[in-house]
C-alpha cells in the first residue's frame, strides 16, 4: 500500500480559489482598463482603436489640469494638516499622566466614515447653513475654488488626525528609552531632545503613516464625491473623480480609462520615490 | 503645563463639531435652526430621525444588504486567503514565494483600474446590481491581505505540529481547517474586522455596480440620501442616518480592539 505523499497531491487545488478570484476581478480588469485607455469606446458599441490619442487629449485638458491641482492640494494638505497635527498631538501627549484622556476628542470623529463624514458635513458647509449662521458670514464654502477643496480638506483633518494620532504613540511608546534617557543626562530638553533624538529613531514609523497618507491622498474620492461631486461645474475634481465622471457620467469609457490609467501611474510613480528616499 | 494647554484647547475645537453634529441630529426634525445649532435639543429624536431617513430612502434595505457583503465576503476572503498562505508555507508549494506575490499583487490597483470591465463585465454576465456579484468583487479585493496576514503567522509555526497530524493519518484539507485555522484565530479576526471595515465603508464599487435600494450598500445609499438633504430631506434626519449608520464599524472596534492589537502584532512576526 502506497501512502499519500507527505505534503499531499492538491497543493495547486489550495491556492486555485484565492488565485482565481484575484486574477479574474483584479487583474483582468486592470490589463483591460489598460487596453481600453488606447481605445475609444462608449461602453456599448465594441472599443475602437485609436493609439495613444486619449494620452493626448489628456494633456490639453482643461479639466485635467484642475483635477492635478486639487489632487496636489490633496496631498499637500494631508502631509500638512492631518499627519502633521496627528503628530504634533501624538507627541505633546505620549508621556504626560492621562495622555490617552487628552487624545480622546481626536478619535471620535474617526467613528464617521467617508460618505456619513461627508453627509454630516454637508449642512454644516452648505450655504445659508450652521457655518455661515454661527460665523455670521455668507461665504460659501463649497463654491469657489480652491476655497472647496480646502473646506474640505478640514474635513478631512478633522477625522483623520485621530488615527495618525494613535499610530504614532505607537511609535513613540516603542523607541528604546536608552538614547533617549542618555541625552536627557545630557542636559538635552524640549526641542532639542525631540528633534536630535526622538525624531531620528521614531522615523521607520513616520515613513510608514506617512507613504499610507501619499498613496490615500492621491486616490482622493469618497469625500469630495459626496460634499460637491467635483463641482461646482468642475472645479473641486480630484484624478479620481475626474475618472468616474468621465466614464460614467459622460460615457467616454476610453478616455476615463485613460485618466485611471494617468492616477496608477502617478500613484505607482510617487510609491516607488517615496520608498527610495526612505530606504536609502 | 504648555503640552496640557496646547492639547486642551486643540481637543476643544475638535469637541465642538462632534458636539454640533450630535445635537443637531438628536433635535426634532421640525425644529432645526442653523441658527441655533449650538441649543441643546429640547428632546431626543435621534432614533426618530433614524426612523425617518430609514422608512424615506429605504435605507432598511441598503443596511441588511451592507451587513450580508460585510460579514460574508471577509469570512470568504480570510477562509480563501489563509488556505493559500497554509498552502503556499507549510505544504511548501513549489514557486510558493511567486504565487504569493501574484496573490498580493492584487491590492497594488486603485480601484478606478478595475472600474469599467467590472461594470461592463457585470453587465454582461447577469451580475450587475446583484448581491451575489458584490459579494464576489469584495471577496476577491479581500484576499491579499488575508493571504498576506496568514502566510506571515504560519510561518512563524513549527513544522512538526503537521507532521504530527500528517502522521496522524489526517488529509492536509482536514488539517489545516481542524488545526491551523483554529489556532490563527486571532489573526483571522483582525483581519476580518479590517475588511468588514472596508467593505462596510465602500463607496465607489456600490456606486458602479448597483443600482437598486436593496443591493446598493449603505454608504452609496447615503451618498444618495445627500441630494436629498438640499432638497428637502430635513437636516437632523441626514445627520442622524450618516452618525447611526457609522455605529456598526465603532461597536466591532472597540469590541475587538485588544484582540485586534495582538492579532496585528503576531501576523507581523
Redesign the interface.
Known amino acids: 500500500m502506497t501512502r499519500a505523499p507527505m505534503l499531499g497531491r492538491f497543493r495547486h487545488g489550495y491556492v486555485a480559489p484565492a488565485v482565481l478570484l484575484v486574477a479574474a476581478l483584479l487583474y483582468a480588469p486592470f490589463v483591460w482598463t489598460a487596453y481600453l485607455s488606447l481605445t475609444r469606446y462608449d461602453g456599448l458599441s465594441s472599443p475602437e482603436w485609436i493609439g495613444p490619442a486619449n494620452f493626448a487629449e489628456l494633456l490639453g485638458d482643461p479639466a485635467l489640469l484642475t483635477s492635478t491641482r486639487n489632487t496636489l492640494i490633496w496631498v499637500a494638505g494631508t502631509m500638512i494638516l492631518p499627519v502633521g497635527l496627528g503628530l504634533l498631538v501624538a507627541v505633546l501627549s505620549y508621556d504626560i499622566r492621562g495622555g490617552a484622556w487628552f487624545r480622546v476628542p481626536f478619535m471620535l470623529p474617526y467613528a464617521l466614515s467617508g460618505a456619513g463624514l461627508a453627509l454630516v458635513w454637508s449642512p454644516v458647509l452648505s450655504h445659508g447653513g450652521i457655518a455661515n449662521a454661527l460665523l455670521g458670514v455668507d461665504t460659501a464654502f463649497l463654491q469657489e475654488a480652491p476655497a472647496n477643496t480646502l473646506a474640505m480638506l478640514l474635513v478631512w483633518t478633522w477625522q483623520q488626525v485621530g488615527v495618525n494620532t494613535l499610530l504614532f504613540v505607537v511609535g513613540l511608546q516603542s523607541i528604546p528609552r536608552e538614547p533617549v534617557e542618555a541625552a536627557r543626562l545630557d542636559g538635552a530638553s524640549g526641542w532639542r531632545l525631540f528633534r536630535h533624538v526622538i525624531w531620528p529613531l521614531m522615523r521607520p514609523l513616520t515613513a510608514v503613516v506617512v507613504g499610507l497618507a501619499l498613496v490615500a491622498s492621491l486616490k482622493t474620492f469618497d469625500i469630495v464625491w459626496v460634499l460637491t461631486q467635483g463641482g461646482p461645474g468642475r472645479n473641486s475634481e480630484t484624478l479620481a473623480v475626474t475618472m468616474y465622471k468621465e466614464t460614467f457620467v459622460a460615457s467616454e469609457y476610453g478616455y476615463g480609462s485613460a485618466v485611471a490609467v494617468m492616477l496608477t501611474v502617478v500613484t505607482g510613480l510617487a510609491s516607488y520615490l517615496y520608498l527610495r528616499r526612505q530606504v536609502r | 503645563m504648555i503640552?496640557?494647554t496646547?492639547?486642551?484647547v486643540?481637543?476643544?475645537v475638535?469637541?465642538g463639531?462632534?458636539y454640533?453634529?450630535i445635537v443637531?441630529?438628536s433635535r426634532p426634525a421640525t425644529s432645526y435652526d442653523?441658527?441655533r445649532?449650538?441649543a441643546p435639543p429640547g428632546e431626543l429624536a435621534l432614533f426618530a430621525n433614524f426612523a425617518t431617513a430609514l422608512e424615506s430612502a429605504d435605507l432598511g434595505a441598503s443596511l441588511a444588504g451592507t451587513l450580508l457583503y460585510s460579514v460574508v465576503s471577509p469570512l470568504l476572503g480570510v477562509v480563501?486567503?489563509a488556505?493559500?498562505g497554509?498552502?503556499?508555507v507549510v505544504?511548501?508549494?513549489r514557486h510558493g514565494f511567486r504565487?504569493f506575490l501574484?496573490?498580493f499583487?492584487?491590492t497594488?490597483?486603485?480601484?478606478?483600474?478595475?472600474?469599467?470591465?467590472?461594470?461592463?463585465?457585470y453587465s454582461d454576465a447577469g451580475l450587475y446590481d446583484t448581491r451575489a456579484g458584490m459579494i464576489?468583487?469584495y471577496?476577491?479585493?479581500n484576499?491579499?491581505l488575508a493571504?498576506f496576514v496568514l502566510r506571515n503567522f504560519y510561518s512563524g509555526m513549527a513544522f512538526s505540529i503537521f507532521?504530527a497530524a500528517?502522521m496522524d493519518g489526517a488529509?492536509?484539507?482536514r488539517i489545516?481547517w481542524r488545526v491551523y485555522l483554529p489556532i490563527s484565530t486571532s489573526a483571522l479576526m483582525a483581519v476580518f474586522i479590517l475588511e468588514f471595515?472596508f467593505v462596510?465603508?465602500d463607496?465607489?464599487f456600490g456606486?458602479?455596480l448597483t443600482q437598486t435600494a436593496a443591493v446598493r450598500p449603505v454608504?452609496?445609499a447615503?451618498?444618495g440620501?445627500?441630494t436629498d438633504?438640499?432638497a428637502g430631506t430635513p437636516?437632523p434626519v441626514?445627520?442622524a442616518?450618516?452618525?447611526v449608520?457609522?455605529?456598526p464599524?465603532?461597536v466591532l472596534f472597540l469590541a475587538t480592539q485588544r484582540l485586534f492589537a495582538r492579532g496585528l502584532s503576531l501576523g507581523s512576526v
Not at chain 2, 497594488?108 to 463585465?121: A, D, E
Request: glycine residues 8%.
Open positions: 503640552r496640557r496646547v492639547l486642551v486643540l481637543g476643544l475638535w469637541l463639531p462632534a454640533l453634529l443637531n441630529a442653523p441658527g445649532a449650538w480563501v486567503g488556505l493559500a497554509y498552502t503556499i505544504l511548501r508549494l504565487w501574484l496573490i499583487g492584487g497594488v490597483f486603485p480601484s478606478q483600474m478595475l472600474l469599467v470591465p467590472l461594470f461592463v463585465g464576489l468583487i471577496t476577491a479585493v484576499v491579499p493571504a507532521e500528517r488529509s492536509t484539507f489545516f471595515t462596510w465603508n463607496l465607489i456606486l458602479t454608504m452609496t447615503l451618498a440620501l445627500m438633504v438640499y437636516v441626514g445627520l442616518a450618516g452618525l449608520c457609522s455605529l464599524t465603532v
